[in-house]
């Protein structure tokens, strides 16, 4: 029995992400998979741990924790190599906005309860709903690429040629702007990143394929 369970999903970019990390630190940990197409996130039991009713949910010796930027953040500080941080304040700075651009402004508007309230609420049709992902994932990592290239701080990865919490963040996105179809061309920096990430075994086992509640 190890001390960790990650409640998560498959398909939740938010769970990948710390899969991600799990797998970069050679943590182990026992899956707990939700169903967020049944319902399983809306279950009284789930309730009890994240009235949120979002996954992932990572349980350390009993002690339950929500938000994905702030498990990685534990993972980080509980589990130090290796270093997803850099050591320099000023490249944390760094690797934190480019971490946030995706947590805070891409991921929110295209998170699967959105999607849902856009149909089931305001009626819009699928085809609407999926223009409204393309739009602001396309915007927001469009306006990423720039900052990044204009930072010139980018290597094989977000920070030089060291994977950082950064680039956890991209992966997931990544794939979900892939699976809607989203224009990708005019980000090549991030995709050449996305290319490089994916050739480390870390990253390819977390994929949503490799998980046993893919569906």
Known sequence: MTPIKLHAAARS???FRVRIALN???VPYDYVPLSLVKGDQ???EFRAMNPAELVPVLEYDGRRMTQSLAILEFLEERYPQPPLLPHDPV???YVRAAALSIACEI???NNLRVLRYLVRDLAVTDEQKNTWYRHWVEQGLAQLEAWLVGE???GRFVLGDEVTLADVLVVPQIFNAQRFDCRLDQVPTIMRIFDACMQLPAFEAARPEKQPDFA
Do not use: D, N, T, W
């Open 13 to 15: 970019s938010a769970s």
């Open 24 to 26: 970069l630190k050679g």
């Open 42 to 44: 809306f279950a009284s």
């Open 91 to 93: 490249l944390r700075a």
């Open 107 to 109: 991921h929110p508007l």
């Open 152 to 154: 010139k701080r980018c």
